[in-house]
Nanobody, 123 residues
Framework: QVQLAESGGTLVQAGASLRLVCAASGRTASCYGIAWFRRNLGKDRDFVAGIEWNSGRTYYADSVKGRFSISRDKSKDSVDLQMNSLEPEDTALYYC????????????????WGRGTQVTVSS
């Protein structure tokens, strides 16, 4: 089992920066990759960014390229999501998730999920 806990979400104004943290515990060695997803107002969970745990290879949704950056800290078993130039459209509940097999844009490929942290961007 892998436990994931997100933190760092809050209310900010458009243009601000925010850093989310995903703290992993348990059998973290089973995570091939960790990704961030977001869901807003009953919509499906959308892929935001992902990182392969060992190689550090990163993946981004087109909507956040150039603004968001994902990184991992192996010593802390954590994955950060640095979000810059936030827009009201970034408002969502942000989740981190662990995949034992690969990093992909579909949430179906992820076995473990955190409860999420709310990010609200005001205009």
């Amino acid at each position: 089992q892998v436990q994931l806990a997100e933190s760092g979400g809050t209310l900010v104004q458009a243009g601000a920066s925010l850093r989310l943290v995903c703290a992993a515990s348990g059998r973290t060695a089973s995570c091939y990759g960790i990704a961030w997803f977001r869901r807003n107002l009953g919509k499906d969970r959308d892929f935001v960014a992902g990182i392969e745990w060992n190689s550090g290879r990163t993946y981004y949704a087109d909507s956040v390229k150039g603004r968001f950056s994902i990184s991992r800290d192996k010593s802390k078993d954590s994955v950060d999501l640095q979000m810059n130039s936030l827009e009201p459209e970034d408002t969502a509940l942000y989740y981190c998730a662990c995949s034992k097999l690969f990093v992909q844009a579909s949430s179906d490929g992820f076995q473990y999920w955190g409860r999420g942290t709310q990010v609200t961007v005001s205009s």
